[in-house]
């Protein structure tokens, strides 16, 4: 069965420096795989997806991730952090030809701190 | 463009009382529709999903149901509010089985 796993329940950074959000997967073929973000009571936005091709993809606010297949991983990055940026962070994977199900990870909250 | 708005914002109802959620599309025909459930504090887990008038499939049994009555609307119900029903409803749609775009959610109490 496929699974998202985000080993990183609660991550605390300082404004400015970087970061680094794990996410691994579980899939026999390469997925298609997404990020998105959650503010405070609200809705989810997406922030990037990767379906082939280049392994970096960017997206909105300066984020990127990185897909590896090898490590079946698909980790979110930024140089920069704002403290805008607190949130919590869900991976997602659907499988290509499906129905457009997304599979999330348990989540990862960000707390910048100023 | 398109958006996605949903209905109410939030909802305090009792056990054992009816519920009736509710998502529009404007400015895409046809798309897939989802429903998504968030318990508090917890990931999502996809419930609904339909791609045409009328038919909706479930993937999770949690003594609700959906309905496509049009082609932009997408309704969440259930006659019998349990207190494990309380969380964070999302209604969200794709152009094509790829990306999945979501409202803003409707959070639930059951009280």
């Known amino acids: 069965a496929q699974s998202v796993t985000q080993p990183d329940a609660r991550v605390t950074v300082s404004e400015g420096a970087s970061l680094q959000l794990r996410c691994k997967y579980s899939y026999s073929a390469t997925p298609y795989l997404f990020w998105y973000v959650q503010y405070p009571r609200q809705g989810l936005q997406l922030l990037l997806k990767?379906?082939?091709?280049?392994?970096v993809v960017q997206g909105v606010n300066s984020f990127e991730a990185e897909f590896s297949k090898s490590n079946s991983s698909f980790h979110l990055q930024k140089a920069s952090v704002h403290w805008s940026d607190s949130a919590v962070y869900f991976c997602?994977?659907?499988?290509?030809?499906?129905?457009?199900?997304?599979?999330f990870g348990l989540g990862t909250t960000l707390q910048v701190q100023p | 463009a398109q958006t996605i708005h949903q209905w109410p914002v939030a909802e305090i109802k009792a056990v054992g009382s009816p519920l009736s959620l509710g998502c529009t599309i404007k400015g895409k025909s046809s798309p897939n529709l989802y429903w998504y459930w968030q318990a508090t504090g917890g990931t999502l887990q996809q419930l609904f999903y339909s791609i045409t008038v009328g038919q909706v499939e479930s993937v999770v049994q949690l003594n609700l149901s959906a309905s496509r009555p049009k082609d932009d609307q997408f309704i969440l119900s259930t006659e019998k509010l349990l207190l494990s029903h309380s969380g964070f409803y999302l209604c969200a749609w794709s152009p094509d089985n790829t990306e999945v775009f979501f409202g803003k959610g409707t959070r639930l109490t059951v009280v």
């Open positions: 990767y379906y082939s091709g280049d392994p």
């Open positions: 997602a994977l659907s499988i290509p030809g499906n129905t457009g199900k997304l599979i």
